[in-house]
């Protein structure tokens, strides 16, 4: 005997099949979107650790600097790094060794032309210069050579996203990746998202990152993102401190290893960062929020910057340095 479907199975029925095509378009749109291919702007310690770290997990990578001597020692120093990598990896194997390191190294390839390096690329992060209008004259000009399903993300640590997504027309495809320093060791990234970057393109940023190994955090477009701005102002007051007399910088960075557990302390961490690069930061926040405390500028800072004592990579800054 024949019996008309009763409403609540329609429904039921209806249901199913709803959820089975969402499945179906959810895992569509997830292939289609994912990274495969990547090109990395800027051959300095972060770029190139970036590009070696997306090589290692089997993207296809093209690093591009405006230089071949700048990209001969970029990929000497991915190639150096990943020998020690290998080294401790395969300890007791050295053929396995070798062939880990050809195997990653075939995945990189340099470029000097930006705009050809994109042509076929899924995502473009960005490791240069400090520098809003350089980051902008560099997207928008590779704004017109990538595909249209390509993303852009930059490398940024303390300029909006916003800002310098401005320069494109791809402000749905436009996010941040805010790697750390070394960035073949350092587990986090900053994955940002503007109030225009689609769903789409911050899933595919964050399941890149994964791919990577990393762990992904969501942060959204403010100074600093979540690391530094809690980071910087924290080295500011230390520097702060200071300047009062209210404790030297050694017994301030032993109380913050001693009693807070801290590996480095404020002082020894602005030395290892760079005292230019903190100024850079906190003088870029003043600028956007000047009645704000906890980034007003420091005149201890700002001599040792003007001495061009910067911390380690010149010898000395608050420490002397061999």
Known sequence: ???????????????????????????????????????????????????????????????????????????QGIEGSLKRVAKKKFADKPEAAAEFLQKVLKNISTNTDASSAVRSTDLVVEAIVENLKVKQSLFSSLDKAAPEHTIFASNTSSLPIT??????????RFGGLHFFNPVPMMKLVEVVRTSQTSQMAFDALTDFTKALGKHPVSCMDTPGFLVNRLLVPYMMEAIRLHERGHGSKEDIDMAMKLGAGYPMGPFELLDYVGLDTSKFIIDGWHAMEPENPLFAPSPMLNKLVAEGKLGKKTGEGFYKHK
């Open 1 to 75: 005997m024949h019996r008309t479907p009763r409403p609540w199975r329609r429904r039921l029925d209806m249901a199913f099949a709803t959820h089975c095509l969402v499945r179906c378009l959810s895992s569509s749109a997830a292939r289609h979107a994912a990274i495969k291919h990547i090109t990395v702007i800027g051959g300095g310690l972060m770029g190139a650790g970036i590009a070696q770290v997306a090589a290692t997990t089997g993207h296809t990578v093209v690093l591009v600097d405006t230089s071949e001597d700048i990209l001969k020692k970029s990929t």
């Open 163 to 172: 800002d310098i997504a401005s320069a494109t027309t791809r402000l749905d």
